[in-house]
């Protein structure tokens, strides 16, 4: 027996096509290039500390592009998302922008509404198309939301470009006129407690159902549904995310043990960098170019994902390890 | 000595168990460690043909292959519904090997006949078993098709005719490289020797994947002991954010 790695006769060996810092992921079972994985985990963390949005609807995909696993980029999105959303929560709090009172609040019918999505994504599971159901939610949510935004802050930045008399923050309507009110100092609002309620489980519910933190939904919905100043809004969202992603990533590691922490680890490295940066730029910017940029990437993913569905895919198969459920 | 040395030699050649062709095989190495920089690896399988007596005429074949842990997979069709693609059809193949590469020394179609293809199961469309196959479409190998095209594209099953040298009919060699995606377990190396598509003698090596060291340990962790596992996911993202938070305040200030 020869030697390890003599050569008998003949060839040399092909050279191996080693990157400079491939790194093999121990649950993933793939090999990836970690820089890589520092940028991609840094511009979610940008996003994320701008925008107040988790970002898993953008780690997700990328990480399977990169060729991770679906369930394993799912779990382990969910647990960059906690390290980000800390880390603007930190920057936020620093500038008193984080309705504590608010936010606890939405978790709580956030937790509500989870627990009923949950229940429609089995039941969804069960008939077949939870993909098509997933996507199509996706496509008619954010493009709703993104087209609403659009409109009203393209609105708002022209009228503050003219310096028109600006707009009053909030008007009265009938919301006003709810039971249960209650103070929250940070946002300067004075309402009834139904409202946030009822966008917090609305919002789990879409969470549940979408496999993601729902920073989306919850950031117009805080900003054209509850009134909240934009400033505010960006901090207590992403103050409910940690409680909501945490509880994700929790949940995925005991049950199906999906949780990479070499490839969160690595996320989390550039993405906690990237919240800080995110946060610095996100207050210098005027709330309505906040409001138009986060519309637009908004809208960016809403056609992104419609496309996929419209157009032909040059792969029609596509093979996944399991069995069918 | 060496005279004694060639006589044993000659002895050893001419004896008289009939004119049959052997294996004499060693691989590179017998096991592959997956540490954290791990990013693929190259197998040298080589050997030599023992023989009893000077070979026939027709040509002597080589075939190598290796085989990954199989498992099950599911195959999706999509197709148009009202405008939009959607997944509508699924194959469902109870044991397909995550990875496979058959190396040889020619086309196999000519080198390997049909029944022997089908005893050895060496060519692609052999070693992935539909049968007893859960299956919500008619046409189950066009899925199988799409299958074995995905795979190769991914680097996951080769086909590599040709790729066997043999000198002299006698010393082969062959070189089978591993990608970076690949599976823990047991990797099954099968020579093979034809003549006129038959089989003339086959040998069987395993080579043992494993995660080691960081790898085998969070993997371990991940399996054993999932609690910890998660609450240790959820402590490092919680440290990591507050760490960059204070960090950056201090680079500020």
Do not use: C
Request: no cysteine.
């Amino acid at each position: 027996m020869r030697a390890k790695g003599a050569q008998p006769f003949g060839k040399t060996p092909l050279p191996h096509r080693a990157g400079p810092m491939q790194l093999y992921l121990p649950i993933a079972e793939v090999s990836v290039n970690a820089f890589l994985l520092l940028g991609l985990g840094g511009m979610v963390g940008f996003l994320s500390g701008m925008f107040g949005v988790g970002g898993g609807f953008l780690i997700t995909p990328l990480l399977f592009f990169i060729g991770v696993p679906p369930a394993v980029a799912v779990a382990t999105g969910a647990n960059q998302v906690v390290a980000s959303s800390v880390s603007g929560v930190l920057a936020q709090v620093r500038r008193k922008a984080v309705d504590f009172r608010m936010g606890t609040v939405l978790l709580v019918g956030g937790m509500a509404g989870s627990g009923a999505g949950i229940w429609v994504f089995q039941w969804m599971t069960r008939l077949g198309q939870v993909d098509l159901f997933v996507q199509l939610s996706y496509v008619l949510f954010l493009g709703l939301i993104g087209s609403m935004m659009l409109q009203e802050s393209l609105r708002a930045w022209f009228r503050a470009q003219k310096g028109g008399p600006v707009r009053r923050s909030h008007v009265h309507t009938w919301v006003h006129g709810l039971p249960l009110k209650m103070k929250f100092r940070a946002s300067g609002l004075y309402i009834s407690v139904l409202p946030p309620l009822a966008v917090g489980a609305l919002v789990g519910f879409l969470a549940a159902i979408m496999g993601v933190g729902g920073g989306f939904v919850m950031v117009p919905a805080m900003i054209y549904l509850l009134g909240m100043p934009t400033k505010v809004v960006v901090g207590t969202s992403l103050f409910q995310i940690i409680f909501v992603t945490a509880f994700t990533t929790f949940m995925h590691a005991v049950t199906s043990q999906t949780v990479d922490i070499l490839l969160a680890l690595l996320l989390i490295l550039g993405g906690v960098i990237g919240a800080q940066i995110g946060t610095s730029v996100g207050v210098r910017l005027k709330a309505e170019q906040l409001r138009i940029l986060l519309a637009l990437l908004v809208l960016a993913v809403s056609v992104k994902i419609a496309l996929d569905l419209l157009l032909r895919p040059t792969e029609l198969y596509s093979v996944m390890p399991g069995v069918l459920p | 000595m060496i005279r004694r040395a060639l006589a044993l030699f000659l002895a050893l050649i001419a004896s008289p168990a009939a004119a049959s062709e052997g294996i004499v095989a060693g691989m590179s190495q017998n096991r592959v460690s997956i540490t954290a920089n791990f990013d693929g690896s190259e197998i040298l399988i080589y050997g030599a043909v023992k023989r009893d007596a000077p070979p026939p005429e027709t040509p002597l074949e080589v075939i190598v292959t290796v085989e990954g842990p199989a498992m099950p997979v599911t195959i999706r069709k999509k197709d148009r519904v009202a405008g939009i693609w959607v997944n509508t059809e699924a194959v469902a193949v109870d044991a397909a090997p995550s990875f496979y590469a058959v190396a040889t020394t020619g086309p196999l179609r000519s080198i390997l006949s049909e029944t022997e293809d089908l005893r050895h199961r060496i060519s692609l469309p052999r070693v992935i078993r539909a049968v007893g196959a859960a299956t919500e479409a008619g046409d189950t190998a066009s899925f199988i098709e799409a299958m074995q095209r995905i795979r190769i594209n991914e680097g996951r099953y080769r086909v590599l005719q040709g790729a066997v040298e043999f000198t002299e009919q006698t010393l082969f060699r062959a070189d089978i490289v591993l990608p970076a995606n690949l599976t823990e377990g047991e990797y099954r190396v099968r020579i093979f020797l034809t003549r006129e598509g038959r089989v003339v003698d086959a040998q069987d090596r395993v080579i043992g994947v494993r995660k080691e060291g960081l790898e085998r340990l969070l993997f371990n962790l991940s399996r054993e002991a999932p609690w910890a596992y998660g609450l240790l996911a959820l402590a490092m993202a919680a440290f990591a954010g507050w760490a960059a938070s204070a960090g950056f305040r201090l680079i500020r200030t």
